[in-house]
């Protein structure tokens, strides 16, 4: 913090566990940079590296921006949304601060973490009070007019669902592995043998995460003849299996816009060249799902052919770009100081 001659109070990238800043208090730009006009927020909580790197990038650019982690709310932080006659207006209040939500111009969805109601003395009210917090917050970033990057959010919503990632990315012209979801042990057993015993097992949806089970990590495992003796566990809950497809390499490709990186995933972790059909089924596979940011897994096969896996809203490349130099997070600002949503 630091005061001009005028005694005005500027705040550069200050920090609370709530709230990160790149902006002054009198909302023009940190003195020493011009103002550049977009004013970004970005949701997650305070440990994200792919958030601080963004918020580095910012910073270097001289932009706004706001960083909010939702857990803040209710107890720390207030909101204040106004409808007139006119207009909508969205504040948001933390440590003395008013924060205006609906003057922003993007926002990243990064982590839409849960709000932390204060506690209370029936179990129902606690609930109650934490369902309307929750149901606040999710009404906002449904309908504030920002350019929401990776997408709005009932575009996050529906891209979790592997039968529409798996039925888009078909009907963009990708290939996809034989895939079956069930409770029916038999339906397994039949799967089984049509492909001679060489299928992979996956959680079918991203449930677990959601029941906020983030120690909990399963990729895929390969399934064995013995395995079957325990197929009526199926009736149970439902599973993904798909057919083994063999990999030369592994792809991680995040799609920015209409920007594509291409990343090996296992050593010697090296950009890829996409061939330009596949580079242009992964753009319209993302822009289908709605979405304007995604990571796309894919196999490369030891004939050439490139498979579709998985597509994720919110999936990770710090690593990606760390290990190849791809720029994706310049791409990630880039998109997020457009100067119109």
């Known amino acids: 913090m630091a005061r001009t001659g005028a005694g005005t109070v500027v705040v550069v990238a200050a920090a609370t566990h709530d709230v990160k800043l790149g902006v002054r208090r009198d909302g023009r730009a940190p003195l020493g940079r011009p103002r550049l006009g977009p004013r970004v927020l970005i949701v997650t909580g305070p440990d994200d590296v792919h958030a601080d790197a963004v918020e580095t990038e910012l910073e270097r650019r001289g932009a706004e921006y706001l960083r909010f982690d939702p857990r ?4 720390r932080a207030s909101l204040r949304v106004e409808h007139r ?16 939500l609906h003057a922003m111009t993007a926002a990243w969805l990064r982590r839409p973490l849960q709000p932390l109601a204060p506690p209370q003395r029936e179990v129902w009210l606690h609930r109650y009070a934490a369902g309307e917090s929750e149901q606040l917050l999710l009404d906002l970033w449904s ?15 529906r891209a979790e669902s592997k039968h529409l990632q798996l039925a888009t990315a078909r009907a963009v012209g990708m290939t996809i592995p034989p895939t079956l979801v069930t409770t029916d042990p038999a339906a397994l057993r039949r799967f089984f043998r049509e492909h001679d015993g060489r299928i992979v097992d996956k959680m079918p949806s991203t449930m ?3 029941q906020r089970h983030h120690d909990f990590v399963r990729g895929a495992e390969i399934v064995n003849p013995r395995d079957l003796v325990h197929a009526e566990r199926l009736r149970a809950s439902p599973m993904l299996f798909q057919a083994y497809v063999p990999r030369r390499c592994a792809l991680r490709v995040t799609v920015v816009g209409d920007r594509v990186f291409a990343g ?9 060249a996409l061939p330009a059909a596949v580079e242009a089924t992964c753009v319209a596979l993302v822009r289908h799902l709605g979405l304007v940011f995604a990571a796309i897994d894919l196999v490369v096969t030891p004939g050439g052919e490139y498979v579709f896996f998985d597509v994720d809203p919110d999936g990770s490349y710090q690593r990606i770009e760390r290990l190849t130099g791809l720029p994706i997070t310049a791409a990630v600002v880039d998109h997020l100081l ?3 949503p």
């Open 72 to 75: 803040a709310f209710p107890q």
């Open 85 to 100: 006659a006119t207009e909508s207006t969205c504040w948001l209040s933390l440590d003395g601060r008013d924060h205006a």
């Open 143 to 157: 309908h504030l007019p920002l350019c929401w990057l990776p997408g709005p959010l009932w575009a996050l919503r």
């Open 208 to 210: 677990l995460a959601r």
């Open 264 to 272: 090996e995933s296992h050593a010697p972790h090296r950009v890829h």
């Open 338 to 340: 457009k100067d119109t």
